[in-house]
């Protein structure tokens, strides 16, 4: 499975962005797909996740800002990012998960919210 991912950039507080991640390869078992970050000097955290059947979970610190969804005739999943903050500023990976497989990356995307 490859995982492409792009839409990151730089934008004020209070904006939008919206993240995407293209899947190729064989990607047809795939579990669950998401989005994790990485801030300066931070670990790396789960930001949202959708699972095959759609369910999806969200980092407290996200929720009501951020939402996830899937085209699955894409195959890509999609990051809509609303009411930005200057903390949201990280690198974003997306990642799919697979059954008996580790997670399967994406390209980091940098996110920079200025203030």
């Known amino acids: 499975v490859q995982l492409q991912a792009c839409g990151g950039g730089l934008v004020q507080a209070g904006g939008s962005l919206r993240l995407s991640c293209a899947a190729s390869?064989?990607?047809?078992?795939?579990?669950?797909r998401g989005w994790y970050r990485q801030a300066p000097g931070k670990q790396r955290e789960l930001v949202a996740a959708?699972?095959?059947?759609?369910?999806?979970n969200y980092a407290d610190s996200v929720k009501g800002r951020f939402a996830i969804t899937a085209d699955n005739a894409k195959n890509t999943v999609y990051l809509q990012m609303s009411s930005l903050k200057p903390e949201d500023t990280a690198v974003y990976y997306c990642?799919?998960?697979?059954?008996?497989?580790?997670?399967?990356w994406g390209q980091g995307t940098q996110l920079t919210v200025s203030s």
């Open positions: 959708i699972s095959s059947g759609g369910s999806t």
């Open positions: 390869g064989s990607s047809f078992d795939i579990n669950s």
């Open positions: 990642y799919a998960n697979l059954p008996g497989r580790p997670l399967y």
